[in-house]
């Protein structure tokens, strides 16, 4: 078996003591290098004055991780900058909050070489290489330039916008060319795929040549759609944790007479929680009967907080909830708990399994996991409901979940409403099904396929060939 080589920005190896942070691609990678034995490499983390490419080396669990630190220029100008001010609001259909800067550009270029750089001595010919993620666009770019003739696959984490939409981005085509020095590159969804091969082809004369294989650019490229899902082994042993035991004693103490509804989500604007917490508001508004009946709890660690957009987003949120509590409570009562913090997953399982509805509205999402997490956390006697974004990469999965148009607080609020009236016997059936496809449709069939077929895509160019 060839050793698999996995390069995300961020890195973040399991501890196995479920105190990992809400953020989905580092936990799946971790679970999808298990049994691989292979090499996790990326970001410490960690910035120095000046680029040293110095890598710190660590075996944890049978992985080896290697990590080297960013200039702090870079974290400018990369992370915060081309990475987080110009790909991830555009990519989540936020062209109002997309700044384009030359030097972002130009930074986001110096830290895929350097990444390139530091990781070519480790590279062995028989490995497979799999990027992952926006940050790292131009990566296999610049190992090919380095002499790497292996296998390299790409995976995007976040949707793929509309073909128009993308091409607001000066300089998008180099970076769709970057693209195709990957054997294989995946996306979440069917859709996000096709949007990617309507660009090549109305932008870059591409043309299929075979099924899911484009060429353009004078080079061939695989591509498919892989949805990613939760690591439900691991996530079954957590339930049985005592530490998520005691957090839903903990919840359901908390909530007698009351029905919790539960959402967990890293503090970002494409997670719609202004729509939702103007959601749970309407609820209220409309629905007088409900309000000591229900309890909303919101947790959202917040996330890349060096990003104006983000401060911004906080703000709002911290002046909405405040609203809403003051609009609603009582001396004995108020409707909403809202934390700024990181919890434990083990501890989320618990939360999740003691609340009655989970509420999952981003307004763009490649996938989301709490989704699928939610669902694996529920008691199968007495499941909780789930209310899910179409907009999230998961909703083509979840189609027996409540499904919502996040940018309606309205639909949100009756949504809920349905949710909390939903009878038992609807609860299991919809449960049912849902938690069959997060169990059938988990990281380890997520990470089979995608190393199948990039392990497959020389075999496939042959038979094109002959
Ligand atoms: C999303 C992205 C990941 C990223 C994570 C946390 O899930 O797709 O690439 O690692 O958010 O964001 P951060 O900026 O903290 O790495």
């Known amino acids: 078996m060839s050793r698999l080589i996995v390069v995300s920005n961020r890195v973040n190896p399991p501890t196995g003591k479920g105190d990992e942070s809400v953020g989905g691609l580092a936990m799946a990678l ?61 990519f989540h259909y936020r062209a109002d909050l997309t700044a384009y800067d030359r030097a972002y550009g130009e930074g986001y270029e110096r830290v895929n070489c350097r990444f ?35 296998r390299i696959g790409f995976f995007l984490h976040i949707p793929w916008p509309a073909h128009q939409l993308f091409t607001t981005l000066p300089g998008h085509r180099p970076l769709v060319e970057a693209l195709f020095d990957y054997d294989l590159v995946g996306f979440q969804t069917a859709e996000f795929q ?50 998520a035991a005691r957090m839903r004693d903990l919840m359901t103490a908390a909530t007698v007479f009351r029905q919790l509804i539960v959402g967990v989500d890293r503090l970002d604007y494409s997670k719609g929680l202004e729509e939702r917490f103007l959601g749970f508001e309407r609820l209220l508004i409309d629905n007088p009967d409900l309000r000591r009946e229900v309890l909303m709890l919101q947790i959202a660690p917040p996330s890349r907080e060096g990003v104006e957009a983000y401060q911004e987003i906080r703000a ?53 996991l709490v989704c699928k997490e939610y669902v694996a956390a529920q008691n199968p006697e007495d499941p909780g409901v789930l209310v899910l ?20 607080p309205e639909e949100i609020a009756e949504a809920l409403k349905q949710a909390l009236a939903m009878d038992k016997s609807e609860r299991i059936r919809r449960w049912r099904a849902l938690f069959e496809n997060v169990q059938r449709e988990d990281v380890t069939a997520w990470r089979d396929a995608f190393v199948a077929d990039l392990a497959g895509t020389a075999e496939k160019l042959k038979a094109l060939a002959s």
């Not at 040293?52 to 990590?67: E, K, N, P, S």
């Not at 040549?209 to 042993?237: E, N, Q």
Request: net charge negative; with cysteine.
């Open 389 to 408: 974004s179409r907009f999230a990469g998961a909703a083509r999965q979840m189609k027996e979940a409540l499904l919502v148009n996040p940018n309606s």
């Open 194 to 243: 096709q949007a990617f091969e309507e660009y090549v082809i109305s932008e870059a004369d591409g043309e299929h040549v075979g099924p899911h294989c484009l060429k353009a650019f004078g080079r061939t490229l695989h591509v498919g759609s892989y949805p990613i899902g939760m690591d439900a082994s691991d996530f079954g042993k957590m339930m049985k944790s005592a530490r």
């Open 316 to 368: 709002r949120l911290d002046a909405l909830s405040g609203r809403i509590n003051g609009e609603f409570s009582d001396i004995d009562w108020a409707p909403f708990r809202y934390v700024n913090k990181n919890y434990r997953r083990d501890e989320l399982a618990g939360i999740y399994c003691a609340s009655k509805v989970g509420l999952v509205t981003p307004l763009r999402d490649g996938m989301n």
């Open 116 to 150: 390139a750089e530091t990781l070519r001595p480790l590279i062995e010919p028989d490995d497979m290489v799999w990027i992952h993620d926006y940050h790292l666009i131009p990566l296999a770019r610049e190992l090919r330039k380095l002499g790497v003739e292996n």
């Open 30 to 90: 971790a679970a999808a290098l298990r049994e691989y034995s292979g090499l996790w490499f990326g970001w410490s983390g960690k910035t120095t004055p000046e680029f040293t490419g110095q890598l710190a080396m660590q075996r944890i669990d049978g992985v080896t991780v290697a990590t080297v630190d960013l200039e702090e220029a870079d974290y400018d100008e990369y992370y915060n900058g081309y990475a987080n001010k110009t790909l991830w609001p555009l």
